[in-house]
């Protein structure tokens, strides 16, 4: 009994590591639009007709800010060191 206790922590202590990894990455990503969503929701309803404008634009300057900050090469170093630490990468 001890011993199966025992590997079902080990096991849920390797599925906890590997979705620590997975939400970090996620986090990595997608803050910005994690971050400026809500306020882009938020003008959307306070201000009516010119707040669903300013939101509608601002979530198409959030995308495009989004795929800047994933192309340039500080988050690719980070993303290359998240790999490294939780073992995604396949090489």
Not at 2 to 11: A, N, P, S
């Amino acid at each position: 009994m001890e011993f199966l206790f025992g590997t079902l922590c080990l096991i849920a202590l390797v599925v906890c590591y590997f979705f620590l990894g997975i939400f970090l990455k996620f986090i990595l990503s997608w803050w910005l639009l994690i971050l400026g969503l809500p306020i882009a929701i938020f003008f959307g309803f306070k201000y009516g007709l010119i707040g669903s404008v300013i939101a509608l634009f601002s979530f198409c300057m959030l995308l495009s800010l989004n795929n800047t900050w994933q192309d340039c090469r500080f988050f690719l170093f980070l993303e290359k060191v998240l790999d490294r630490i939780f073992n995604f990468s396949d090489d």
